[in-house]
């Protein structure tokens, strides 16, 4: 992990957290993106209340998603409204359903090669994978799909 001042957009102003991005594609089990939500709004509030409150950055946590006209995903959701940027750390959640296919995940793809590209860290959770393996990114550490 990168130390906290070598993370992407960390100079600017308003861009003090870390950003986790959850990316809604079609089939996204939507329980996952609220109840992941929940669960990292959490972890930052009780890491905010620790004594070295100074070496912890906040978690800021969004969704991003595709909008009619927009060839990108954007945030359609934030913790922390009003800085501009990327997530951090875009995460692709569960789907619901078989597999993405190439033409579903394909205005994802590009994007997330983008962030890539930048330095930003890709993650998955189970069948999100198969989203992240449209990229053709490597995995950085071994992947445990269930």
């Known amino acids: 992990m990168r130390a906290r ?3 992407p957009g960390r100079d600017m102003p308003g861009r003090n957290a870390i950003e986790i991005g959850l990316v809604i594609y079609p089939g996204t089990q939507l329980a996952a993106v609220l109840g992941m939500t929940d669960f990292l709004t959490l972890a ?13 950055p906040s978690l800021r946590v969004s969704h991003w998603q595709m909008r009619d006209g927009e060839n990108i995903p954007v945030r359609v959701f934030d913790t922390a409204p009003g800085a501009e940027g990327t997530p951090d750390v875009p995460i ?4 619901l359903g078989p597999p993405i296919e190439a033409h ?10 983008e962030r890539h590209s930048a330095g930003t860290a ?13 990229t053709g990114v490597p995995p950085a550490v071994s ?3 269930h």
């Open 92 to 95: 692709l959640p569960p789907q």
């Open 122 to 134: 890709l993650g998955s959770i189970c069948t999100g994978a198969f989203l992240l393996g449209e």
């Open 104 to 113: 579903e995940a394909a205005p994802f793809v590009e994007w997330l090669r």
């Open 44 to 56: 930052g509030r009780i890491a905010g209340k620790q004594v070295n409150r100074q070496q912890a």
């Open 5 to 7: 001042n070598d993370m």
């Open 143 to 145: 992947e445990a799909p």
